[in-house]
C-alpha cells in the first residue's frame, strides 16, 4: 500500500469517528464482548467439543488407517482417547471459571465416562439409528440431530452436576 493511500484511509476512518458513523460499531463490539463474558464457560464448552473431535479423528487414523487395528476396535479406542481428553480439557480449562463442588479428580472422571457413555451410545447412537433405519431420514440429517441431542445432554449433566457451581451461603 502506498503512503498516500494509507494516508487517505486513516483520514476517511478519522472522519467517520468524529462524524459518529462508527457508533454503531463500536455499540456491536460492546455488545459481543458483554456476551462473550457472560457465556463464556459456554463458549469453551463448545470449543472443548471441537478439541474432542480432533482427538477421536486423530485416534482413528493412527489406529485404523496407520496401525491397522480392526475398525470397531479401533472406533472403541478412538471414542475412548476423546473421551479421556475432553475430561481433562473440561476439568483444566472450561469449568474453571468460578468455584465448583469439589469432588475427587477420580470420582469426577468416572461420573464423566457414565455420562459419555449415556451420550454416545445411547442418545446419539439410538437417535442415528431410530430415525435413519425407522424413518428413512438420511445419516447425514439424522446424525446431527443426534449430535445435538447428546450435546444438550453432555451441557445438562456436566454443568449441573459434574462441575455444578458452588452454592453461595
Avoid: C
Amino acid at each position: 500500500m502506498e503512503n498516500g493511500q494509507m494516508a487517505e484511509e486513516t483520514a476517511i476512518a478519522t472522519a467517520q469517528l468524529e462524524t459518529g458513523r462508527s457508533e454503531p460499531i463500536r455499540e456491536a463490539y460492546r455488545f459481543a464482548r458483554q456476551q462473550t463474558k457472560a457465556h463464556w464457560t459456554f463458549i469453551k464448552f463448545m470449543l472443548s467439543g471441537v478439541v474432542g473431535y480432533v482427538l477421536y479423528q486423530g485416534a482413528l487414523l493412527a489406529t485404523y488407517d496407520i496401525a491397522g487395528v480392526q475398525f470397531f476396535t479401533a472406533t472403541i479406542v478412538a471414542a475412548q482417547v476423546s473421551i479421556t481428553g475432553g475430561f481433562f480439557v473440561r476439568d483444566l480449562w472450561v469449568f474453571t471459571d468460578g468455584p465448583v463442588v469439589q469432588r475427587s479428580l477420580w470420582a469426577r472422571f468416572m461420573q464423566y465416562q457414565a455420562k459419555s457413555l449415556v451420550s454416545t451410545l445411547v442418545i446419539v447412537t439410538a437417535t442415528v439409528n431410530v430415525l435413519t433405519s425407522g424413518f428413512d431420514v438420511p445419516h447425514y440429517v439424522s446424525t446431527p440431530i443426534g449430535v445435538a441431542l447428546g450435546f444438550a445432554w453432555n451441557w445438562g449433566w456436566e454443568r449441573g452436576f459434574i462441575w455444578r457451581p458452588q452454592a453461595h451461603p
